[in-house]
């Protein structure tokens, strides 16, 4: 099957988050089990210089554009799949993240660039290019590609679209004069069209125009349709719930394992778990917190509301009086950076903050951690929770998205029948994360059982093949029912 599959961001090109890390290995999945998918990705600056031995494999003329955009064709690193890049270096190249500025704010022609990446896509699905390669499937994720099936759905011959949701919160919304002045067709604007409370809405264009839409864990396609969850787009996704279902994200194993870890101190395994301590030592010293043998709790994360880090704070005061020490590596909205530094400054023997962005202390926090904490007010899979049970890292997550679908909570039910592989709580309240937490520490306390259900979570098994059979049955029956 021929796929083309449109993501804002990449690993190891472009990272802000979990969306990068699947982009970048779901593909990989796929291509293994023997299929035709190519990636396309904006030329972001100093993504092609990344990207193998590039070509220009031809120019488009797109509305909205400068001039001609070349099509760069080069390769996702360490793998076979080939990767397209719009080269559109006004919208693209230049210092900053993929939809913000260096010195933070969203970039104010967000709208116009990734219209014009999703003219683009659309060129491409359609071979508009001329490249003699036309995909059967479009694979779209998140609002950054949004227009992507709006776009196509007027066309009488096209592939089918498939719009996966890895994070409704982000809608790409857009002042209403945006419609008209990106050129986008006038019938868009309505309820069943791209408006949104008088605001252009850029993921509208995948949740109603495309075949399917899909989110990342199974609780979160039912989540979604609640008003609690739901982000004001609760109606419209209960409406396409015959087209609308939950495939749980998979880890690539090659680059979160701890017996293969570059990162790492010393790599440790299921069956040779003695390194984890000398990762945890490490860690400790990384952080600059006394090397003690107490439990020690970790974050890794964007820090913003949906993380929960607020609940988190509000329990620190009272776990701070245990006898414990907590690792925190982020970056985000800047009264949530400041609260966590404080609470630094407070308890220095205990608590370690890194604010900003790094890959190996986020590899190294996983290995030396002994807990977890997740207490997402929302998750639609979280990658972390995954990562930790392979590092023998025992996950503490709110009941919510992906997290219910991947850690069975320590009841003395799961304890007993030997299934249990972290801790969960419901509310997102204070004291439910709270007495979670202390269930842990008490845990923890009992070596035995500690090391049962360490086990276990290590033993557990998300890699792709599974997940990426769970897509490829999926995009046979959208192409089975391709319309033209
Ligand atoms: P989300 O996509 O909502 O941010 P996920 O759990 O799906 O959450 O994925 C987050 C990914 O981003 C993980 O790979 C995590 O390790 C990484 N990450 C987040 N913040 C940082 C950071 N400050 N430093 C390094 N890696 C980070
Ligand atoms: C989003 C979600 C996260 C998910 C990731 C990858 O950023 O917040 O829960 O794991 O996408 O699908």
Known sequence: MKILFASSEIYPLIKTGGLADVAGSLPRAIRNLRHDIRLVLPAYRGVAARAGKIKVLASLGL?????????????????????????????????????????GGDWPDNARRFALFARAVSALALDRVGLGWAPELVHGNDWQTGLVPALLSREARRPATLFTIHNLAYQGLFPSETLAELKLPPDWWSLDGLEFYDQLSFIKGGLVYADWISTVSPTYAQEIQTPEYGCGLEGLLS?????????????????????????????????????????????????????????????????????????????????????????????????????????????????????????????????????????????????????????GTVPIVRRTGGLADSVVDATPERLADGSATGFQFEAAEAPALRVAIERALALHAQPEAWRRLVTRGMQQDFSWPRSAQHYLDLYQQLVAARPG
């Open 63 to 103: 509305e909205g554009a400068p001039g001609e955009i070349p099509i760069l064709q080069g390769r996702l690193p360490g793998s076979t799949v080939p990767l397209y890049l719009v080269d559109c270096p006004e919208l693209f190249d230049r210092d900053g993240g993929p939809y913000s500025a260096p010195e």
């Open 239 to 391: 409406a396409r719930a015959d087209r609308l279902s939950g495939i749980l994200n998979g880890v690539d194993y090659r680059d979160w394992s701890p017996c293969n870890d570059a990162h790492l101190v010393r790599p440790y395994s299921v069956r040779r778990q003695a390194g984890k301590a000398d990762n945890k030592r490490a860690l400790q010293e990384d952080f600059g917190l006394p090397r003690r043998d107490v439990p020690l709790l970790g974050h890794v994360g964007r820090l913003v509301e949906q993380k929960g880090i607020d609940l988190l704070l509000e329990v620190l005061p009272e776990l701070l009086a245990r006898d414990l020490q907590l690792v925190i590596l982020g970056s985000g909205h800047a009264e949530l950076e400041q609260a966590l530094l404080d609470v630094q400054s407070a308890y220095p023997r205990q608590v370690g903050i890194r604010i900003g962005y790094s890959e190996p202390l986020a590899h190294r926090l996983e290995a030396g951690a002994d807990m977890f904490l997740m207490p997402s007010r929302f998750e639609p899979c979280g990658l972390n929770q995954l990562y930790s049970l392979r590092y």
